[in-house]
């Protein structure tokens, strides 16, 4: 059978939730991965260094037996200097969500005004902290994220010392992006390097693909594909992995969000093996993480083999993608 390891794989976009949800959910991050960075939109939202703090120690508890470090994050506001600085050792980077346009997140941003925003970006840029950004508008929404660059461009310009992570990038305009201001990076999903809208509504709607922002069209999977499997140095691997209970997928209105955290590494490996760049998976999954962010993540070594694995049902009442069906890959071991 043939075999791939990975050293130190990192999820630079994980949402873990809380109370029971985190309890059954966390494990099968700290499994495979030996950090992520941790989403800050519970509800309420994780604002203080109280809350950063408290909510770590919740993680840490779900995960005693595992060596994993969730990398924090705060819900962004308005924060003053004097605050940045008080919390800037709990935290590693700073996620900011346009308001109402994903879960949770209300509370998030209703005007990018650059003069309000100074303070806190200015000190952000000076002091290292990254800002990460779910980049959509409210706009029609399969243009939602193209039309979000110019609020990028606005952002890269007026902070050009600012390190810029767009979130869960979705379309062949992003990845132009990239290359156009030296402090713009991004995260890719996989099931973003799957999936176009066809998949999740050209059938039966499929609640289980249905995420925020939406899939989109072949050219924007093109592009997706072609910058991660070069492994650009300036992308991640981020899984957006965002739980929901099944009944909350499977009903009218159903909740955003796909669930992938516990198979993310076995896809990964057969999306990166079916077009011969297995070779490039360590930098998209880990270097240019570690590279981008500045950190320095704890051992771990995750052997993958390629053989048929059954992708389970549920994981504790949280249906994954592609529940029920054979992947050509599957973890075989973890040191």
Partial sequence: MKTHTLLMPLDMHLHLRDGVMLENIAPLSAYSFSGAIVMPNLVPPVTTKEDVIAYKERIMAAVPNDYFEPYMTLFYQNYTREFLEDVAEEITAIKLYPAGITTNSEGGVSSFDIEEMRETLEAMSSMGIPLCVHGETDGFVMDREAEFMSIYELLAQNFPDLKIIMEHITTKAAVEMLDKYPNLYATITVHHLLITLDDVVGGMMQPHLFCKPIAKRPEDLDALLNVALD???????????????????????????????????????????????????????????????????????????????????????????????AINWAIENVE
């Avoid at 570690?290 to 994981?315: A, D, M, N």
Wanted: aromatic content about 10%; proline content about 8%.
């Fill in 231 to 325: 492994a650009h140095p300036k992308v991640m691997f981020g899984s957006d992995s965002a739980p929901h209970p099944q009944h909350k997928k499977e009903s009218c209105g159903c909740a955003a969000g796909v669930f992938t955290a516990p198979i993310a590494l076995q896809l990964l490996c057969e999306i990166f093996d079916q077009y011969g760049k297995l070779e490039n998976l360590q930098a998209f999954v880990s270097d240019n993480a570690q590279s981008i962010y500045g950190i320095c993540p704890e051992f771990k070594e995750v052997t993958l083999e390629q053989r048929p694995f059954v992708i389970p049902e549920t994981y504790s009442g949280v249906v994954p993608m592609y529940a029920g069906q």
